[in-house]
C-alpha cells in the first residue's frame, strides 16, 4: 500500500543547530516533493517543490534533498531559531493533480 | 503573494443543520481549489477536488450528498456540510492553486474550525 512516513511526530533542538525532517514514501512515484510549514490552528504555508529529477533546492536557510533511489527526502533548516517551531509536512504530487500530505513533524527549537 | 480567506473561522451548530464554508482567493483567480479535512494531530485528507464550471471530484469515501462543493467563479468555492453530525466536527481547510499549477503549489486558506454539538 502507499505510505508517506515522516521521521518522527516530534523533534526537539537547541537554537543555532540545523533541524533535519526526513519524509520517506513507498508505493509513489512523485513527479514533485513540497514542504509547508502548518501553524496551529491555521492553514499550511507553502515553503519549497522540488521536481523528481532535482537532487536539492535551496532557499534563504532551508535546504531540501531529494532521493528518488531512497524513496526519501531531507529538509535542513540551518541556524535554528525559536521561529521556526512549527508542524512541517511534506507532500507527493504523482501528477494527478492533486497532493498526498504526510502526517508531519513538530518542531520545537529552544532558545 | 497569493491570498486565500475562509469564512468563518470556526462554527457551531447543532446536530442536523447544514453548515456552509467559503473559500476566496482574493488577489488571483484559481481554476482548481481543494478541500481537506484535518482531525487534531493528524495529516490534511483531501476530500475533493473543485474545479470552476464542473462537479467536483471527491476522493474515495467521502460521501458526495453530505459534503457539497461548488466553485461558482474563479475566486470563490464553498463546502457545504449537510445534516451535520458531531462526528463532522473537524478542522476544513481550503486551498486553491494557480492556473495550470495543479497542486504543486497550494495556498491555503486559515481554515474552518467546525464544532457539531
Known amino acids: 500500500s502507499q505510505k508517506i512516513e515522516q521521521n518522527s511526530e516530534a523533534l526537539n533542538i537547541q537554537e543555532g543547530k540545523t533541524a533535519t525532517l526526513t519524509c520517506n514514501y513507498t508505493?509513489?512515484?512523485?513527479?514533485?516533493l513540497q514542504w509547508y510549514r502548518q501553524d496551529p490552528g491555521r492553514g499550511p504555508v507553502f515553503l519549497l517543490l522540488?521536481?523528481?529529477?532535482?537532487k536539492e533546492k535551496r532557499k534563504e536557510r532551508l535546504k531540501v534533498t531529494f532521493d528518488t533511489t531512497l524513496k526519501q527526502s531531507l529538509f535542513h533548516i540551518t541556524a535554528s531559531q525559536p521561529a521556526d517551531s512549527a508542524t512541517y509536512l511534506c507532500?507527493?504530487?504523482?501528477?494527478?493533480?492533486?497532493?498526498?500530505f504526510g502526517d508531519g513533524t513538530t518542531l520545537t527549537v529552544k532558545p | 503573494g497569493a491570498v486565500v480567506s475562509q469564512h468563518p473561522s470556526w462554527v457551531i451548530c447543532k446536530s442536523g443543520t447544514s453548515v456552509k464554508i467559503e473559500c476566496r482567493s482574493l488577489?488571483?483567480?484559481?481554476?482548481?481549489m481543494f478541500w481537506y479535512r484535518q482531525f487534531p494531530k493528524q495529516s490534511l485528507m483531501l476530500m475533493a477536488t473543485?474545479?470552476?464550471?464542473?462537479?467536483?471530484?471527491?476522493e474515495q469515501g467521502v460521501e458526495k450528498d453530505k459534503f457539497l462543493i461548488n466553485h461558482a467563479s474563479l475566486t470563490l468555492s464553498t463546502l457545504t456540510v449537510t445534516s451535520a453530525h458531531p462526528e463532522d466536527s473537524s478542522f476544513y481547510i481550503c486551498?486553491?492553486?494557480?492556473?495550470?499549477?495543479?497542486?504543486?503549489?497550494?495556498?491555503f486558506g486559515p481554515g474552518t474550525r467546525l464544532t457539531v454539538l
Open positions: 473543485s474545479n470552476e464550471g464542473s462537479k467536483a471530484t471527491y
Open positions: 522540488i521536481r523528481e529529477n532535482e
Open positions: 488577489d488571483f483567480q484559481a481554476t482548481t
Open positions: 486551498s486553491a492553486a494557480l492556473p495550470g499549477q495543479g497542486a504543486r503549489e497550494q495556498f
Open positions: 507532500a507527493l504530487d504523482t501528477n494527478a493533480g492533486k497532493s498526498t
Open positions: 508505493n509513489y512515484s512523485p513527479a514533485y
